[in-house]
């Protein structure tokens, strides 16, 4: 299986602030059409995660445009250019490449 | 609007086998591309990809689990079953089910059902 990993693991922000987490892989996730299998998701308190970024970079419909994902291969990050109070909760990467998908353990943001 | 929304027991005895079913609306598991996912949470927040089944019928599983899952779907009912046998304590957990179109993502996701796992 793929193993994920995850840095850090916890993420005090401030609003207003840039932030940022990394995401690696054990294995290149890189398809050879050209495309990152890499996911990323957010799971506000009390709720369901939630996709925010697809194939590495492409934000999901609706995501607000200060998520955004880089990298390829086996590094990867999410930036949040200006982070709001409203995005504290647990971030997860998640790799689609090869079964089973397996998730990045998590990095819990808060301010 | 396309929703999910898991159901089934919210406690069950060691040994025992859970059945929990995906009721779906809003789009088709006979739509090419699409895929239903379970994924359990454990009270520690860790995420862990269960099974998948595809819109050709094809399934897929966790390697640690493959021996105790099997995943199905009716697409008359709009309903993806998850069955897990010979259930242990540390099977508690969250278990979400989720939709996958092709490859963009785990884009609408279940609220989740509690499951515990206690004699």
């Known amino acids: 299986d793929i193993v994920m990993t995850q840095s850090p693991l916890s993420l005090p922000v401030t609003p207003g602030e840039p932030a940022s987490i990394s995401c690696r892989s054990s294995?290149?996730?890189?398809?050879?059409?050209?495309?990152?299998?890499l996911d990323w998701y957010l799971q506000k308190p009390g709720q369901s995660p939630q996709l925010l970024i697809y194939?590495?970079?492409n934000r999901a419909s609706g995501v607000p445009d200060r998520f955004s994902g880089s990298g390829s291969g086996t590094d990867f990050t999410l930036n949040i250019s200006r982070v709001e109070a409203e995005d504290v909760g647990f971030y997860y990467c998640?790799?689609?490449?090869?079964?089973?998908?397996?998730f990045g353990p998590g990095t819990k943001v808060d301010i | 609007q396309i929703t999910l929304r898991e159901s089934g027991p919210a406690l069950v005895k060691p040994t025992q086998t859970l059945t929990l079913t995906c009721t779906f609306s809003?789009?088709?598991?006979?739509?090419?591309?699409?895929?239903v996912i379970w994924i359990r949470q454990t009270p520690g927040k860790a995420l862990e990809w269960l099974a998948r089944?595809?819109?050709?019928?094809?399934?897929f599983y966790s390697t640690s689990l493959k021996t105790r899952l099997t995943i199905s779907k009716d697409t008359s009912k709009n309903q993806v079953v998850l069955t897990m046998t010979n259930m242990d304590p540390v099977d508690s957990a969250t278990y979400f089910c989720?939709?996958?179109?092709?490859?963009?993502?785990?884009?609408?996701w279940g609220r989740g059902t509690v499951v515990t796992v206690s004699s």
């Open positions: 989720a939709r996958m179109q092709s490859w963009w993502g785990l884009d609408v």
């Open positions: 809003g789009f088709s598991l006979t739509t090419p591309g699409m895929r």
């Open positions: 089944i595809d819109w050709d019928d094809d399934k």
């Open positions: 294995q290149s996730l890189l398809h050879n059409i050209g495309y990152n299998y």
């Open positions: 194939f590495g970079s």
């Open positions: 998640m790799q689609s490449l090869q079964i089973p998908f397996t």
